[in-house]
């Protein structure tokens, strides 16, 4: 059974347990309630691109993202 990482510790090394390359940076360039646009850029051909994050948020937590490209 997975348990559930528990604090920011666990979840960074968790994190840099499974990166997978290339590795990407986001930079948001725009925000509204529930949407979030970045530009990607990092170790890949044809960057940067722009992708949109869309949140659906209850109970001020997200419960679902979506990541489509804009």
């Known amino acids: ?8 510790a666990e979840i960074r090394e968790w994190i ?18 529930d949407r979030l646009v970045a530009s990607g850029d990092g170790e890949f051909p044809g960057g940067p691109l722009s992708f949109a994050l869309v949140f659906d948020i209850k109970d001020d937590q997200v419960i679902d993202l979506a990541i489509e490209p804009v």
Not at 1 to 8: L, Q
């Open 1 to 8: 059974m997975r348990r559930t990482p528990a604090s920011a």
């Open 16 to 33: 840099q347990g499974h990166l997978i390359y290339p590795k990407v940076v986001l930079t948001p360039t725009s925000f509204a309630v």
